[in-house]
């Protein structure tokens, strides 16, 4: 028996219980035919099952056992750990799908492990790349900085985030972007935790830090809102699958168990 994590583009393949809930499908044989065996990946046993994942070229629809499912809204559907399975398996098919040909020599890039790749003409390896981003929540006494950026697809606010830049550190990664954003200086700056971002590849470094010094000026080509919001008068928050809102909750938690 193994794990197949099935992809249309970021639309993963959930098999249907008959109770009504949805899991990976855990088989021999694959659930849907594969077009390549070459394009079919080989991840990270899961518990000791052996875990399979390949991209198909065309969506699955109108079937009984199974349906496709964004990533995302899957946090809802599977357990934990097949979620966060199901993102690593997104982002090795990811990696896979834009690393076709080397970048020194134009080659073929062929798979040379499970997680590397090696040019056919010039050797040249290569293993998945991660996009470094951190985000901070704010505190000034019982209120937090919350913003809304221009490319949220909801009508919710956030915490200040940013990719990190070459050569910087994570801290330094903080204060440019919260400067840049909202002109303000921080400071008590800590590390919360950190959690793999597969939208496509990234991984999220979250930080608490405490307002030290300036007045809110947003960088109007990222945020379109934001301000300082007393702990019971939230607006909307982001999913509980990401971890801005963990800092968020987290945060919360020190007024309720008051
Ligand atoms: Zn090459």
Sequence with gaps: MRYWFVFYKSDLLLEKREDGTYTIPLQNEPPVAYSDERDVHN?????????????????VVDNERYEMCGLRPSFHKLSLELYLKAGKCEEILYWDSQTRYCGVCGGKMNMHTDISKKCECCGKEIWPQLSTAVIVLIQKG?????????????????????????????????????MEETGLSIKNLRYFASQPWPYPCGLMCGFYAEYESGDIKLQLSELNAGGWFRYDKLPAIPDKLSIARKLIDHWLDKFHTK
């Design 142 to 178: 019982d209120e937090v900085l919350l913003v809304r950026a221009n490319n949220f697809r909801g009508n919710y606010y956030g915490l200040v985030a940013g990719f990190v830049e070459t050569g910087e550190t994570l801290e330094q990664a903080v204060r440019r972007e919260v």
């Design 43 to 59: 991840i990270a046993p899961l518990n000791g099952v052996e875990v399979k994942a390949f991209y198909l070229k065309e969506p």
